[in-house]
């Protein structure tokens, strides 16, 4: 199968390594310029978008990142990996210095982060989602956990939702003023998911990328 990296700043890396290698393709670290040449597929997984930021430019990631998405490299962000790709911040943190955090772009969507709330963390929901089911087989539903999750509040031209979810699963937040808020995307070479399929055993996601990687999907 093909090499796909895991961008290994900060997140929940081993998760994605994991999954990656159960769906038969072969999994590697990166953290330098080097080693992203090496892969034909990137993952950026969930953890912490303002620290990812800071990383990224740290070891002198950014500009190579955003070489690599421009020039079409297969790239899946879950969580706040969704936050890197997102082209706009809704809520952008700002650090002591006053400065907004930053994404690396690619995906023409605005996410707000930390969209469910204070009081709604954490949970769990069963979706469904779009193109995951062979030609021909009824798509069944995937179970997906949300941590502090983004949401995906405007989605550009050429960008398909594959999944929202209901405003009820967020009732408590007062913010929510339509009845869907998408939680996967899709804009070519790029997918993005606010949920952690990771984390479940759910390959399904996965499986999806690196179809994406093949070009057969
Ligand atoms: N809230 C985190 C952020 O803004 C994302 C949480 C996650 O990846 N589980 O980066």
Redesign the pocket.
Known sequence: GPTVGILALQ??VREHAKAIEDCGARAVSVRRPSELATVSGLII????????DKLSRIFGMREPLQEAIAAGLPVYG???????LANDIADP?TDLSGQPQQTLGGLDITVR??AFGRQVDSFETELDFQGLAPAGTPETPLHAV?????WVERVGEGVQVLAAVKAPDAAQNARIDSEVRAVAVRSQHLLATSF?PEVTGERRIHELFIRMIRGDA
Do not use: L, V
């Not at 879950?78 to 890197?84: K, R, T």
């Not at 949300?146 to 983004?150: C, D, Q, S, V």
């Open positions: 997140g929940d997984p969930g953890g912490e978008s303002t620290t990812i879950s969580c706040a990996g969704m936050i890197m943190a982060r930390n949300f941590i502090r999750a983004p952690h």
